[in-house]
C-alpha cells in the first residue's frame, strides 16, 4: 500500500486497509510483519491497527531507507 505525503494530499489524509479474519482464526496470535518507509518533511504518522488497538506506531521522518515491524496480536475476539 502507498499514499503520497506531499502535494496533492492534505495534513490529515488517511489510508486504510482492512483485513478479514475468518471464524476458525479469531482469538489466535499471529504476527504481522511489514516494512514501511517514511521520509521526508511531509511524513506524519503510521498507526497499525487490531480493531480499535494500536499495536504500532511511527512518526516522522524516519531516513531514505525501508524500516521492518513485526507486531504479534490476537486475531479478533471470541464470542461466547
Not at 499471529?30 to 504518522?45: A, I, K, P, Q, R
Not at 511511527?58 to 461466547?80: F, I, P
Request: net charge neutral; hydrophobic share 30%.
Amino acid at each position: 500500500m502507498y499514499i503520497e505525503t506531499s502535494s496533492p494530499r492534505y495534513y490529515g489524509d488517511n489510508a486504510k486497509l482492512e483485513y478479514s479474519v475468518s471464524n476458525t482464526d479469531i482469538g489466535e496470535l499471529s504476527c504481522l510483519e511489514f516494512y514501511y518507509h517514511m521520509y521526508g518533511t511531509d511524513v506524519n504518522t503510521l498507526n497499525v491497527f487490531n480493531g480499535n488497538t494500536r499495536v504500532f506506531t511511527q512518526s516522522g521522518n524516519r531516513g531514505n531507507q525501508w524500516l521492518k515491524a513485526k507486531v504479534t496480536m490476537s486475531l479478533g475476539s471470541k464470542v461466547s
